[in-house]
Antibody, heavy 116, light 108 residues
Framework: EVQLVQSGAEVKKPGESLKISCKGSGYSFTTYWIGWVRQMPGKGLEWMGIIYPGDSDTKYSPSFQGQVTISADKSISTAYLQWSSLKASDTAMYYC?????????WGQGTLVTVSS | EIVLTQSPGTLSLSPGERATLSCRASQSVGSSYLAWYQQKPGQAPRLLMYGASSRATGIPDRFSGSGSGTDFTLTISRLEPEDFAVYYCQQYGSSPPYTFGQGTKLEL
């Protein structure tokens, strides 16, 4: 069974750094793209970027380029989404997803709250 | 970047009725690279349709998709109580970013 299991909810202060994770199982992690989708409170879905764990090829939405870093460690079948300096506007639910086009597998979501 | 515009923003219907949701792209998404998702409160989205008209695994046949180029439609033939949710379209036809529409809320 394909599963994407994300790390737990985070509460951070503005300016702090953060790295959240998504562990894939039940399939060959290195042969499927993994992506991240943001959902701000009460809002819609936003495509952030994707990574191919096999060679770490990464593609970002222009809206998120330079704001976050997507990475993967294929040795432990885990993808990451990272911020170096959080802002209050980063408060959102973040989903990891499998696929390069449409997404047929979704993680359970990681709620990130940034507040002073 | 392709912009997707969904209409209506909110659709108020009753169980047993037919729902028609629209998704319009700012430019052709090419070869019908259009997906639909359903999201219920507190849950992750679920893939309903891909390739504009192919149902994902386990999706009942009351859901159907159509369209090509810039205009796409999701139809729910006879609404069941569990179908009331928010629906998003997504295009994946050009190079990234593979954008989402803003959503249509289907309410009782």
């Amino acid at each position: 069974e394909v599963q994407l299991v994300q790390s737990g909810a985070e509460v951070k202060k503005p300016g702090e750094s953060l790295k959240i994770s998504c562990k894939g199982s039940g399939y060959s992690f290195t042969t499927y793209w993994i992506g991240w989708v943001r959902q701000m409170p009460g809002k819609g879905l936003e495509w952030m970027g994707i990574i191919y764990p096999g060679d770490s090829d990464t593609k970002y939405s222009p809206s998120f380029q330079g704001q976050v870093t997507i990475s993967a460690d294929k040795s432990i079948s885990t993808a990451y989404l990272q911020w170096s300096s959080l802002k209050a506007s980063d408060t959102a639910m973040y989903y990891c997803v499998r696929g390069i086009g449409y997404f047929n597998y979704w993680g359970q979501g990681t709620l990130v709250t940034v507040s002073s | 970047e392709i912009v997707l515009t969904q209409s209506p923003g909110t659709l108020s219907l009753s169980p047993g009725e037919r729902a028609t949701l629209s998704c319009r792209a700012s430019q052709s998404v090419g070869s019908s690279y259009l997906a639909w998702y359903q999201q219920k409160p507190g849950q992750a989205p679920r893939l309903l349709m891909y390739g504009a008209s192919s149902r994902a695994t386990g999706i009942p046949d009351r859901f159907s998709g159509s369209g090509s180029g810039t205009d796409f439609t999701l139809t729910i033939s006879r609404l069941e109580p569990e179908d009331f949710a928010v629906y998003y379209c997504q295009q994946y036809g050009s190079s990234p970013p593979y954008t989402f529409g803003q959503g249509t809320k289907l309410e009782l």
